[in-house]
């Protein structure tokens, strides 16, 4: 049976750990395929590494932990490498702030099972906040305008096939990782299914996103237009 693999990057998220996870495995069992979901500690300075350390306990759930914060894409990388030893059908990441309901992956999945490469969450409703709407806006309308077809370049989870994965060879450590995968399909033509998601406000903690990402964002995905990145 097919694997379907999936990381999460968590910092400083203790109170809403145990509500993720939970809900990446609710969303993993309805794919009906077996799987695996790595939670990865980002270097957190509160009682993430130790729920996390918890939930390794249950069956398809593993752990990689972290001394040092390395930075939003190399906390996800460090779960993809986890599962490279072991490759699943289908690969990718979501989020650790529980804003998007998981229960979104079985049609992430099922796109991918009838020829997509990538498939993605496109958020249509949003409840999360008028700043981080603002700086999602304003780098959305900024990947418009460099060339991006996405109306939501950002979404996750996201999800792509292992082949495609492996010729994707992503390298971003930072903010750049979920542009870098969508803007790199579209330019090989790669089909990307988006599936339409409501963000939800966070249960707890504070949101990573601000205008210094936005702003350092921006100039990463010029330096990819201008081939800098590629």
């Known amino acids: 049976m097919p694997v379907v693999g999936v990381a999460v990057p968590l910092f400083n998220e203790g109170p809403l750990v145990d509500r993720v996870a939970t809900a990446y495995i609710d969303g993993l069992e309805a794919t009906g395929l077996q799987w695996r979901l790595v939670l990865v500690d980002n270097g957190s300075t509160d009682d993430t590494r130790a729920r996390v350390r918890g939930w390794t306990q249950v069956p398809g759930v593993e752990g990689v932990f972290l001394d040092e914060n390395d930075g ?27 804003q998007v309901d998981a229960q979104v992956l079985p049609t992430l999945v099922h796109a991918l099972q009838h020829g997509a490469h990538v498939a993605k969450v496109r958020r249509v409703s949003r409840h999360d906040g008028w700043q981080r709407r603002v700086v999602t806006r304003t780098y959305a309308r900024l990947h418009h305008l460099l060339g991006a077809r996405s109306a939501d370049v950002n979404g996750c989870p996201k999800l792509l096939t292992w082949t495609a994965f492996q010729q994707a060879n992503l390298r971003s450590r930072d903010w750049f990782l979920d542009p870098e995968l969508v803007l790199l399909a579209e330019a090989r033509g790669w089909t990307v299914v988006e599936v339409p998601a409501a963000m939800e406000p966070r249960a707890a903690g504070r949101s990573k996103v601000n205008w210094r990402t936005a702003a350092a964002l921006g100039a990463q995905v010029l330096a990819w237009r201008m081939g800098a990145r590629r």
């Open 72 to 98: 939003y894409g190399g906390g996800i990388q460090a779960g993809l490498d986890r599962m490279r030893a072991r490759p699943p059908a289908f690969i990718g990441w979501g989020w650790g702030d529980g």
